[in-house]
């Protein structure tokens, strides 16, 4: 059973805070933003989470096993360091969309993204301060031969485009078929949170995007007590796809510790 820890960081104030008391240079926004993502990333990525861009003025991490105060740490380190502050809501369900839902309502509840008032809420729909026993589950997709296909054939634009268009392919229907949530990482890779669903499961949702965009995947699965974890077996279990040319490997599930040998 999957159990998935949602962090949602938002920027305070942040579209106001741009235009104030003039409207600042968009180069120097864009650099604020990847700073931010990148000490998030790094932040979460070093206590073995996971963390995606979504508008870059919000982010969403994996955050199986990483508490409280490690999130107040984090605010602290954000205040510290940029002119802007951020809050955080976390939540936590076996459907990781039902997860991020939870997360989004407590910085809902707490005002408007663009309220002057709201300043570092943190909320925690279920306060967990203990890693969670079960485990979290990550779906590694790739493009296949996006090089021959994509890189080597068209321009980087149009080579974008294509892998673009299966990215919001996939994260429609992987979110409204199971309540997984997909991001894109860069080159051809796509990341999911995944619930539990079946191999069966992620071949349709590859049959879907190539018949909607004509773009071939592959995905490895993999499980793990963190989302660090969880990742490297889902890239082993994607090497597996490339040495085997399958659609879809699995990795190693973890033993029942409640069972006897």
């Known amino acids: 059973m999957t159990d998935t820890q949602l962090t949602l960081l938002q920027i305070d104030n942040y579209g106001p805070w741009t235009v104030t008391p003039e409207p600042r240079s968009e180069m120097d926004l864009q650099v604020l933003q990847s700073r931010i993502f990148g000490d998030v990333a790094d932040f979460v990525g070093s206590r073995d989470g996971y963390a995606f861009v979504t508008r870059f003025d919000n982010v969403v991490a ?19 360091r940029y002119p802007v502050t951020a809050s955080v809501g976390v939540g936590r369900d076996a459907t990781p969309a039902i997860a991020l839902d939870e997360a989004t309502a407590e910085l809902q509840a707490a005002g408007s993204a663009q309220d002057g008032d709201r300043r570092e809420v943190l909320g925690f729909a279920a306060d967990h301060s203990s890693p969670s026993p079960e485990d979290v589950r990550v779906a590694h997709f790739d493009v296949d031969d996006a090089t021959g296909e994509y ?15 299966s990215l919001v392919s996939l994260m429609a229907y992987l979110r409204e078929r199971h309540g997984g949530l997909a991001f894109f990482v860069g080159g051809d890779n796509i990341i999911a949170t995944m619930p539990d669903i079946t191999p069966e499961e992620y071949h349709a949702a590859l049959d879907h995007v190539a018949t909607e965009t004509d773009v ?12 660090a974890d969880a990742g490297m077996d889902a890239k082993h279990a994607l090497e597996r796809c490339r040495h085997h040319e399958t659609a879809v490997e699995v990795g190693h599930e973890r033993p029942d510790p409640a069972v006897d040998d």
Do not use: C, M, W
């Open 62 to 80: 994996v955050t199986n096993g990483i508490n409280r105060a490690a999130h107040e740490r984090l605010q602290t380190s954000v205040r510290n």
């Open 151 to 165: 890189t080597d054939r068209l321009n980087a634009y149009d080579s974008f485009v294509a892998i673009e268009r």
């Open 216 to 227: 071939s995947l592959k995905v490895g699965v993999g499980t793990g007590p963190t989302p």
